[in-house]
């Protein structure tokens, strides 16, 4: 746990690039396309007269090793949906990053098939219902966490068609019954980055009850004041008593004690608060968003189904 503070503050000193070649035909000017199968293929031959933009899958691999921590979160991957391995942090063990990539592409189509047909259902009800109010958002899948005994898996789409993969560390001998979190765009974040409010103490709150009910009980009845100690007016004692009464502390004046606590604590010590799929959350999350502004920079996008490799 001692490697957090080096390794949570996002993309670690590195950026990767994409790079453009000038992709050229061997069709001579004038010459009639080509055909294949008898089709003609015009978008194919307007394709490749076009600048192409690859991946950098050797600095991406850098950028992914470099964020690593041997705890927390020893390994990091990016894959398409249909589970083809595109880069990777090293040293690792690329047979086994297959298995997992299979695995995971199978789960994400899975939930985003849910997902896409409980939204063709809900449109189905609005359009029974005639009524243009019932029409729901559409809705994306963004996030799959699946928690195992011996690690997490954290899966986070950067784009549409390319997908990085977080695996994390759990504490020693843990026992976790094995959980599926989808969440889609718009979702209440799991887990949760809210520290909860604390529970109130009743038995305390009852002591405190009864000692004041008895010590208002067993108290003297004052005597009559003397002419001497007969108080001021109460406008007036109200400004000195005022005037004299210093300052609220300032934790009365900053909202509920869950706000509070919150702001009592550092980012680090919320962070260790919230637990270690928090962390490890966080992490992906500042990843994602550093990887798909380079991308975006670079103008790349992976495509759904590409004739030429990606890099």
Same mark, same amino acid.
């Given at each position: ?16 690039? @994409? ?46 090793? *470099? ?15 249909? /589970? ?9 063990? @690329? ?74 560390? @759990? ?21 949760? !980055? ?45 400004? !000195?008593?005022?005037?004299? *009464? ?15 606590? /919150?702001?009592?604590?550092? @980012? ?29 920079? /670079? ?13």
């Amino acid at each position: 746990m001692e490697l957090y503070f080096n390794t949570i503050d996002g993309a670690q000193a590195t950026s990767f690039s @994409v790079t453009r070649r000038e992709a050229t035909t061997d069709e001579p000017q004038g010459q009639k396309r080509k055909k294949a199968n008898g089709r003609d293929l015009p978008s194919r031959i307007e394709a490749l007269s076009k600048p192409v933009v690859m991946l950098n899958a050797m600095k991406l691999g850098e950028l992914l090793s *470099r964020n690593v921590d041997p705890k927390l979160f020893p390994r990091m991957f990016i894959i398409s949906p249909n /589970g083809d391995l595109l880069a990777y942090s090293t040293p690792a063990d @690329v047979k086994e990053l297959r298995d997992q990539a299979a695995l995971i592409s199978m789960a994400w189509k899975d939930h985003a098939a849910m997902l896409e047909a409980a939204q063709y259902k809900a449109a189905a009800a609005a359009a029974a219902e005639d009524d243009a109010t019932l029409d729901p958002p559409s809705r994306t899948l963004e996030t799959l966490i699946i928690e195992f005994d011996n690690n997490n898996l954290i899966v986070r789409a950067v784009q549409p068609n390319l997908l990085l993969i977080l695996v994390g560390g @759990v504490p020693p001998h843990r026992k976790k019954d094995f959980k599926m979190t989808p969440e889609a765009h718009g979702d209440a974040r799991y887990p949760s !980055a809210e520290l909860p409010s604390p529970t109130p103490d009743v038995d305390a709150d009852a002591k405190t009850a009864d000692t004041a009910t008895t010590t208002t009980a067993t108290a003297k009845p004052p005597s009559s004041p003397s002419p001497q100690e007969v108080s001021p007016p109460k406008s007036h004692q109200a400004s !000195a008593t005022d005037s004299a *009464r210093p300052p609220p502390p300032q934790h009365q004046l900053a909202g509920s004690p869950a706000s509070q606590r /919150g702001s009592d604590l550092s @980012v680090h010590e919320r962070d260790f608060t919230l637990g270690l799929l928090h962390i490890q959350r966080k992490k992906i999350d500042r990843m994602a968003a550093y990887i798909r502004a380079e991308l975006a920079d /670079g103008g790349f996008v992976m495509p759904d189904d590409s004739l030429d490799p990606a890099f």
